[in-house]
């Protein structure tokens, strides 16, 4: 059996080499490094798959973040609502720009942000709320569409787990993942579900007024040529980030797919086992999973992970220690008990190996192991 990696990239990439060199080739023949044909075809042809206005290619999705929230005209001290159970860079991005973060637990069933948080944080004072589609299924975003309408609240959808997933929201509309609130951002971090060859991201929205801002931005603010009408940072897609994600965007339906099978897999193992909880799929979202998250109960998620280890099989702790407990977020301002959920979930969490690339012996030796741990 080949060893079981996290994330296997190097056979996916084996896979489509030849189209991967060719292009990558043709990038380095013709010199277009920075904003060539590559980075506009593959910006078109992401709004295209999407079904969005405007797809603003940048560096990564942290970046990605701070500029949707640069292009919302915020002011110091703004309050921005997230969820205490993400990754660092979607609550770092507020404090950067000296905006107020204002930390929510989220849902258990399906680790997002929970609605019912959102509306007890809200104040006078929020002007944003970012959720993240955590692990690649959507939060609800009919219930925080409606709260953003209400407040008058922008909304920014971290999409860089959640890249492919489709929202329906209760009259039967489906619209993809991060084209729903003003502002959507993703990432194409090499292990994302759209993952490039190192770093990259993008914004989309379907607001002409906001993509014009948006893509000045990320042009260090500039209007005219050399005319500079605000702020703004250096954020580029490089050309060859853009032809390899050319070719992997032909793929991520397959690649989505593969994904579900692993996971399907895996859930039937485990669905009558009353020690550990398989994810579970919201009715308004499909799930593209970017991590298999098992919830295992009465025992140590480390032990296990340490265990999974000494068989060979990697497996990662997403997330272990709350956004709410670390200092450079504001630590001292949170009660821990407002976030029971979350304290749960970062003692009981457990990813699997999750990519386009597991064999059904790897996923029955991944299920058989932790089986013989939970013994
Ligand atoms: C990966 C990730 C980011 C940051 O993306 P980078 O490209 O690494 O900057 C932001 N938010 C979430 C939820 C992520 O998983």
Redesign the pocket.
Known sequence: MKKIQMVDLVTQYEKIKDEVDQATQNVFQTAQFINGPEVKSFQTELEDYLGVKHVIPCA????A?QIALMALGLEPGDEVITSDF??A??VEVIGLLKLQPVLVDVDRDTFNISIAEIEKAITPKTKAIIP?H?FGQCSNMDAIMALAKKHNIAVVE?T??GIGAIHTSADGTKRAAGTIGDIGTT???PS?NLGCFG???AIFTNNDELAVILRSIVNHGMGKRYYYDRLGVNSRLDSVQAAVLRIKLRHLDDYIDARQKAAAYYSEFFKDDNRVETPKIADYSTHVFHQYTLKIKGLDQFGLQEYLKSKDIPAMIYYPVPLHTQKAYGADEYNHDDFPVTNELCECVISLPMHTELSEEQLSYICESVKSYLK
């Open positions: 990564n999705g942290t970046d973040l993400t990754f860079a979607t993240v955590l971290d860089a787990q990432s194409f971090f994302k770093d990259g991201g």
